[in-house]
C-alpha cells in the first residue's frame, strides 16, 4: 500500500477552495499549469452537488472514482482500476492565510503491480504532489 499526505497553505477562503476542488470538470488536467506530455487526462460522466462521478487516466492507469462532497469541507473519493485502488480524502480548513488544504492518499496495488508496489511509491508520490500543485496553480490562475 501506498499512502501519504499533501498539505498546503492557500490563499483564498475556504469556501471558494472547496467549490474549486469539487468541481470535476474534463478540463481538469488541461489548464496553463499542467503539461501535456504526462499524458493525463479526465472524463466526467455525471455529477452534483452532493457526487461526481469521473475517471482519470494516467499513462497506462486508468482509476474509476466516485467522490462523494462533504460541503463546505471537504471530499472523499474512491478509484478502481485494472492494477490498482485509491482512496482520496480532502478536507479544507480555515486558516489565518486563507485555507489550509489536507490531502490524504491511499493507493492499493492489485494484481502483477503489488509485486511493483515499493517501486512505484516515489513515482506515484512526485506525480500526485505535482498534479496537487498544478491544480492549486490553476486556482490562482482563474482568480487573477
Known amino acids: 500500500m501506498i499512502r501519504f499526505t499533501v498539505e498546503r497553505a492557500v490563499r483564498g477562503a475556504p469556501e ?6 469539487s468541481d ?11 503539461s501535456t506530455k504526462d499524458g493525463v487526462r479526465r472524463s466526467v460522466s455525471e455529477q452534483d452537488a452532493q457526487h461526481a462521478v ?3 487516466f494516467y499513462g497506462r492507469t486508468t482509476l474509476k472514482y466516485r467522490a462523494e462532497k462533504r460541503a463546505p469541507v471537504g471530499v472523499e ?3 478502481t482500476g485494472d492494477n490498482m485502488d485509491s482512496h482520496v480524502n480532502l478536507k479544507v480548513l480555515p486558516a489565518p492565510e486563507g485555507s489550509r488544504l489536507s490531502i490524504d492518499f491511499q493507493f492499493e496495488p492489485r494484481g502483477a503491480a503489488r509485486l ?3 517501486l512505484m511509491s516515489g513515482a506515484v508520490k512526485r506525480a500526485t504532489v505535482r498534479q496537487v500543485d ?3 496553480a490553476d486556482f490562482y490562475s482563474a482568480r487573477s
Do not use: I, K
Not at 16 to 21: G, I, K
Not at 24 to 34: A, E, F, I, V
Open 134 to 136: 498544478c491544480f492549486l
Open 16 to 21: 471558494e477552495l472547496y467549490a474549486w476542488m
Open 54 to 56: 469521473f475517471t482519470d
Open 24 to 34: 470535476y470538470s474534463d478540463r481538469d488536467y488541461t489548464g496553463p499549469n499542467w
Open 77 to 79: 473519493a474512491r478509484g
Open 116 to 118: 511493483f508496489a515499493g
